[in-house]
C-alpha cells in the first residue's frame, strides 16, 4: 500500500480552518501579524525541508551531527521566546538543558532501542532528534515563562520550579492519557497509511511516547536547576 499523493489544489482546502482561526484573531484584535508570520514560516521551512532531507538521507555522518547540532542550538534559543529580557544570559542553561535531556534520550532510543545500522541513519535520526528536542524546547519554554511569572508574583524558588515543572508537563502527560483513546498520533497514523501492522506501529509509538515524557521531563528539570535567577532584574533567588 502507497500513500496517496496530494494534489496543490486539495492541499489548499486544508487552510480554510486556518483562515477561519485567522479572521477570529482579526476581529477580536489578537496578534494576527504573528499568526501570519509563523505560518508564512512554517510553509517555507517545510517546503525547504522536503528538498534538504533528500541531500542529507543520501550523506555521511558528518552532515548528520552538523543537523543535529543545528537542531539542538534552535531549539534552545527557541525555547526562550517566552522570557521578557535577559533571553542571551539564559541560553547556555537552555543548550545545556536541551542536549543533557533531548541528546541523552535520542543516543538511548537510536542505539539502545532502534540499534541504527549504521549509527547514524539519517532517515531515523533526524526525525527522532526533530521529535525530541521540539519536546525539550516546548517544556523549556513552557517552565521558564511560568518560573518568570511565579517569581514575579513574589513566590519562593523552590515553589515556583515545582509550580514550573508541573506546568511544563501538562501537555505531554495529558497526551499520555489520550493517545489510543483520543487520537492517534503522527508516527503511528503515518506508518498505518503506509501498510505498517498497528502492532508494530503501537510498538514504535510507545517507544515515541516514552522518549518525549523522558526528553520533555529532563530537559525541564536541567533547566530548571541551572537557572537560579529568571524573572525582573534584582529578583535573587
Keep these: 500500500m502507497s ?3 496530494i494534489p496543490v489544489d486539495q492541499l489548499l482546502l486544508s487552510f480554510l480552518p486556518v483562515a477561519a482561526v485567522l479572521v477570529v484573531m482579526w476581529r477580536w484584535e489578537l496578534r494576527l501579524g504573528h ?3 509563523a505560518l508564512t514560516r512554517m510553509l517555507v521551512q517545510l517546503l525547504l525541508i522536503g528538498y534538504v532531507l ?3 538521507f543520501e550523506s555521511g555522518p558528518g552532515t548528520t551531527l552538523i543537523v543535529l547540532i ?3 542550538v534552535a531549539s534552545s534559543w527557541i ?3 517566552t522570557v521578557e529580557s535577559g533571553k542571551s544570559s539564559l541560553f547556555p542553561a537552555s543548550l545545556v538543558a536541551v542536549l ?3 541528546g541523552l534520550t535520542l543516543l538511548l532510543i537510536t542505539q539502545g532501542v532502534l540499534r541504527l545500522e549504521p549509527w547514524y541513519r539519517p532517515s531515523y535520526m533526524i526525525p527522532l532528534a526533530g521529535m525530541i528536542f521540539a519536546s525539550s524546547m516546548t517544556g523549556i519554554s513552557l ?6 511569572a511565579e517569581l514575579g508574583n513574589g513566590c519562593g524558588y523552590e515553589k515556583a520550579r515545582n509550580i514550573a515543572f508541573r506546568a511544563a508537563m501538562i501537555p505531554v502527560t495529558n497526551t499520555l492519557f489520550a493517545v489510543g483513546l483520543i487520537s492517534l498520533p503522527g508516527m503511528m497514523t503515518g506508518q498505518i ?3 505498517v501492522s498497528p502492532f508494530i506501529a503501537a510498538r514504535y509509538q510507545i517507544m515515541v511516547m516514552c522518549m518525549i515524557f523522558g526528553a520533555t521531563g529532563i530537559s525541564t528539570a536541567c533547566f530548571l536547576r541551572l537557572v537560579p535567577r529568571l524573572g525582573p532584574p534584582g529578583k535573587t533567588v
Design 35 to 37: 499568526a501570519i508570520h
Design 54 to 56: 533528500v541531500i542529507i
Design 3 to 5: 500513500i496517496a499523493t
Design 100 to 102: 543533557l535531556g533531548g
Design 193 to 195: 497509511l503506509s501498510g
Design 70 to 72: 543545528v537542531m539542538a
Design 79 to 81: 525555547a526562550l521566546n
Design 143 to 148: 517552565a521558564s515563562e511560568r518560573l518568570n
